[in-house]
Structure formats: C-alpha cells, structure tokens
C-alpha cells in the first residue's frame, strides 16, 4: 500500500514561491503516474500538473503553465511542485496523488489515481 505525505504549505504574499514535497513510501521501483492537484474552498477540485517515472513526461493546467514546475528524484521517492509567481487564486489545498502501473503517455490529471495524500494548505494573500 503506497502512503504519500505532502509538506511545504504554507502562507505567503503574492509573487512569492513556495515548493511543495510529497514523499511516498511503500514505493516500488515501478512506473509511476505523479500528480498533483488543488481545490479551494466551494470549488471543484483541478488537476495542477503531473509527470511520469518512466519518461519525466510531464503535464500541466493551463492556469499554471509557465509559473509552476513539477519534478521527481525517484531515489528519495519524493515528488515536488515548486510553484512561483504565485498569485491569489493560487490558493487552495493541494494534493499529491500516484498511480502505479500507468503508461507514460496515459499520463495526465484525467489520469485515475488510487492513492492520495492528506494535502498541504498554500494561502496567497496580501
């Protein structure tokens, strides 16, 4: 059973960074779907970016294209999404999610991820 605890939350005025970790455990040397995805407060909830083990593929909302950066390092079995420019409606509870076992071009936020973190609250305000 894969376990994914994220950290790196936290509160910060707009324009800042912030980088997010999630790190498994449970892991197996195996292909890996890796999300991650936020939601807000009375709203749904968005794919944010994803990348896969196999390729380093990655994937990412429009929303944030250009301002955020999903990466991996497999040996500590951590994922990040280090995030900048952040603005106000970047705010939100954001989430790691895996999926074992996912070609890498099936990967994506549409992607069926079995296993979730308990997420780690980013607040933008000034």
């Known amino acids: 059973q894969l376990h994914l605890v994220e950290s790196g939350g936290g509160s910060l005025q707009p324009g800042g960074s912030l980088r997010l970790s999630c790190t498994a455990s449970?892991?197996?040397?195996?292909?890996?779907?890796w999300g991650w995805f936020r939601q807000a407060p009375g709203k749904e909830r968005e794919g944010v970016a994803t990348v896969h083990s196999d390729r380093q593929r990655t994937d990412y909302a429009n929303s944030v294209n250009g301002r955020f950066i999903i990466s991996q390092d497999t040996a500590k079995a951590t994922v990040y999404l280090e995030m900048n420019s952040l603005k106000p409606e970047d705010t939100a509870m954001y989430y790691c999610?895996?999926?074992?076992?996912?070609?890498?071009?099936?990967?994506?936020?549409?992607?069926?991820?079995?296993?979730w973190g308990q997420g780690t609250q980013v607040t933008v305000s000034s």
């Open positions: 449970g892991y197996t040397d195996w292909r890996y779907c």
């Open positions: 999610a895996a999926a074992p076992g996912v070609p890498w071009n099936r990967c994506s936020p549409r992607t069926d991820f079995p296993f």
